[in-house]
């Protein structure tokens, strides 16, 4: 995985989406034309209202939906292309926690470790360097069935983390999470990014958002309605330059409203 | 007050009902299926072993023995159905004060159907025992039977009502194993001292059941027990039909779950570790556990006594590794929607390479157990040709036609999906 990492440096881009138009069904395509990209070592915020279309894009870059048009690259292939190279490039936590309820929170782990091909001896010390990390040393031996929603969503994060991908796709990462747990993430997420990878974090959370990510997509109603650094979102609402939050930003831009 | 309890009754009515309807297209599949060819068949089977054995019990029959594991479970099991959902606690739960009235209806519906099954039991041991040379009158077992039947659904509802986990377990093995005394001292020992026995046993458990803490109304243990029934339902039709899918009832089972760590650390090992975890914790494993001992039980009862020259044990060793074969057919249903398969980076082929390398493992590991109790009395005896032929028989299966069928199936199931 380190290897690949290296390699994903060197590349342009872990993230490549051109014209996509997607959906769940052809006749109604909730995704139109929608581009972005994203580079070794960044954290891109995907903000919108609830129905905006992230969580529809990110399961087109996860592959499980089908573009009615366009196409999704990953570590610089397309998933039809090469299905192994595209999943091992990224890890995936999604929005309420899919764990496996006959695993339990060390099992899980585990099993993610085996499936993301983590060499033993990393495992090891990974999975325990986690479950510290997270206080989830008193929960290791837990079934996932008995964990409140945000360690459920710990062992989401804490599976990411040990696969070490080259990009992390996180949808609503804060939900549930207790303020250490947050704080756990966000110093981790800093530190992966530090390392070369990419993020691309799904949040309501405007104020985390624009604190830690360093570009910004900002949807609304199928379309991307600004992307860009926080001074290319602020300039698309109209704000001058140096005034004005992402909020402030994001008010405008999908409310239309004075802010 | 007693109108609300009307309207709880015809929620009560209402649910059963589109229950009633909700697996009513199941249980059509499963009639066309050919198992109630195999049932059927299982019935005529077990007609005839059973009139040749009224006919002419044999003196070393175990007669008491016989009665007690019969008898036992359908007296004290105490299934009740409320049809409660995990909605109830903000819908239903304010009306707690007038819930009797429903429950009433559930207890009702759980004392008319077990009974049923309690007295077709007690019908077909009645003439096992006289005929075995049983002695006590049948009439005053009977309602000495009526009477622990009764008791047994009034433990049960307090065992539901307790409020720790532990003290529930404890009162329910506590229950069962005094009502196997009791049926026991009825079938062996003059009747005024069963009776004796009894109402001392009645009396310890009336006066232990005041000890535990108790709920008024035990809102999540229903709910979560009427969940249980439900998959229940579901994993029996999942053998016949795609059924929508219900989240697995787990148990740790800590005298299998050894076995999961020694699963080599690898990632082609990942869906070996994942189903074999699954398999060792949903509720198939707990069905295979109890199947592999009920068919150890009866193949080794049919090979001691070495019936039909060993063919006996075989028929029963036969019969069990099909039900457990289709039981375990059931695993590959476990997570078959998991977002996971699609995320993680692995070649679809690999997947279900693996999963066949586990039900391999799996399946000649339970038979080969199932083997034993099945063969081994028999081998002793000096009955050679029935064992060595049902070993070969399960090998051939196992190693050559179960694999190249599951990867046939798994094929085809993920174009379907």
């Known amino acids: 995985m380190e290897r690949m990492l290296d390699v994903m440096n060197k590349m342009d881009k872990v993230l490549q989406v ?15 034309e929608i581009e972005f990209s994203i580079r070794p070592g960044e954290m891109v915020g995907l903000i919108g209202l609830n129905g905006a279309g992230k969580s529809t894009t990110i399961k087109h870059i996860l592959g499980l939906l089908t573009p009615q048009q366009g196409e999704v690259e990953v570590a610089g292939v397309r998933l039809a292309q090469h299905p192994e190279k595209y999943r091992s490039a990224f890890a995936y936590v999604p929005e309420s926690p899919v764990l496996f309820d006959e695993l339990t929170v060390e099992e899980h782990l585990r099993l993610a470790g085996m499936a993301y091909g983590v060499p033993g001896q990393d495992y090891e010390t990974r999975a325990e360097e986690l479950l510290i990390e997270f206080q989830m040393v008193p929960k290791r031996r837990a079934f996932a069935a008995h964990l409140s929603k945000g ?30 747990g947050i704080r756990s993430l966000l110093d981790r997420l800093v530190e992966v990014k530090r ?65 | 007050m007693a109108e609300a309890g009307a309207r709880l009754a015809v929620t009560w009515s209402e649910r059963a009902r589109a229950f009633r309807k909700e697996i009513f297209p199941y249980l059509r599949y499963m009639a066309q299926s050919g198992f109630p060819a195999f ?29 007690v594991v019969f008898l036992t479970p359908v007296l004290c099991w105490s299934p009740l159905r409320t049809w409660l959902a995990p909605a109830d606690v903000v819908y239903l739960m304010p009306r707690e004060h007038e819930m009797n009235v429903y429950l009433n209806r559930s207890l009702r519906y ?86 004796l026995f009894m109402f001392i046993c009645m009396a310890l458990l009336a006066a232990a059941y005041r000890l535990p803490r108790n709920q008024r109304f035990p809102w999540e243990r229903l709910i979560q027990e009427e969940e249980r029934t439900r998959k229940r339902y579901y994993s029996a039709f999942g053998m016949f039909i795609d059924v929508p899918v219900v989240s697995a009832s787990i148990a740790r089972r800590p005298y299998l779950s050894w076995l999961l760590p020694r699963i080599r650390y690898g990632q082609n090992h990942a869906y070996v570790y994942l189903y074999a975890a699954s398999l060792i914790r949903t509720e198939i494993g707990g069905i295979l556990i109890r199947l592999l001992l009920l068919g150890g039980l009866v193949s080794y009862w049919a090979a001691d006594a070495a019936t039909l020259e ?58 080969s157990i199932l ?9 002793l005896g000096g009955y050679y040709v029935a064992p060595i032929s049902i070993a070969a028989a399960m090998l051939i299966y196992v190693l050559a036609i179960r694999p190249a069928r599951l990867r046939r199936k798994l094929m085809l199931e993920a174009e379907e999906d």
Not at chain 1, 18 to 32: A, D, E, I, N
Not at chain 1, 234 to 257: I, K, M, N
Not at chain 2, 43 to 62: H, K, N, Q, T
């Open chain 2, 39 to 67: 049932l059927s068949l299982l019935f005529i089977a077990s007609a005839i072993g059973y009139f040749g054995l009224i006919r002419d019990v044999p003196p070393d029959f175990p007669l008491i023995e016989v009665g």
């Open chain 2, 310 to 367: 060993g063919w006996g044990a075989a028929i029963s060793y036969a019969i069990f590794a099909f039900v457990m074969t289709l039981q375990l057919g059931g695993l590959r249903y476990v997570n078959r929607y998991t977002v996971w398969k699609n995320i993680y980076p692995l070649p679809l082929d690999g997947q279900r390479e693996q999963f066949a390398r586990l039900d391999r493992a799996a399946l000649l590991t339970g038979l």
């Open chain 1, 18 to 32: 051109s014209g996509l138009t997607g959906g769940y069904s052809p006749k109604r395509p909730v995704l139109h």
């Open chain 1, 195 to 259: 390392s070369g990878a990419a993020i691309l974090m799904s949040s309501h959370i405007l104020s985390t958002v624009e604190a830690y990510c360093d570009s910004f997509i900002v949807m609304h109603q199928g379309r991307i309605a600004a992307q860009g650094k926080l001074e290319n979102i602020r300039s698309a609402a109209g704000f001058q330059e140096g005034t004005g939050s992402l909020e402030d930003a994001f008010y405008r831009l999908v409310a239309g409203g004075e802010s």
């Open chain 2, 110 to 195: 759980s004392v008319i159907w077990s009974s049923i099954l309690a007295a077709a039991v007690f019908l077909l041991y009645v003439p096992v025992y006289q005929r075995g040379g049983g002695e006590n009158d049948v009439w005053l077992l009977a309602v000495a039977l009526l009477l622990l039947k009764g008791a047994g659904h009034y433990g049960a509802w307090r065992e539901r009502r307790m409020s720790w986990g532990a003290a529930r377990i404890f009162f329910r093995l506590g229950r069962w194993l005094l009502t196997a005394g009791v049926i026991g001292a009825w079938l062996l020992y003059p009747e005024w001292q069963a009776a």
């Open chain 1, 151 to 180: 360690m459920r969503q710990k062992v989401m994060i804490m599976s990411a983390l040990l696969a070490s991908p080259p990009l992390y796709i996180i949808d609503e990462p804060f939900l549930g999470l207790d303020p250490l």
């Open chain 2, 371 to 379: 083997w034993l109790p099945a063969s081994l009395p028999l081998l």
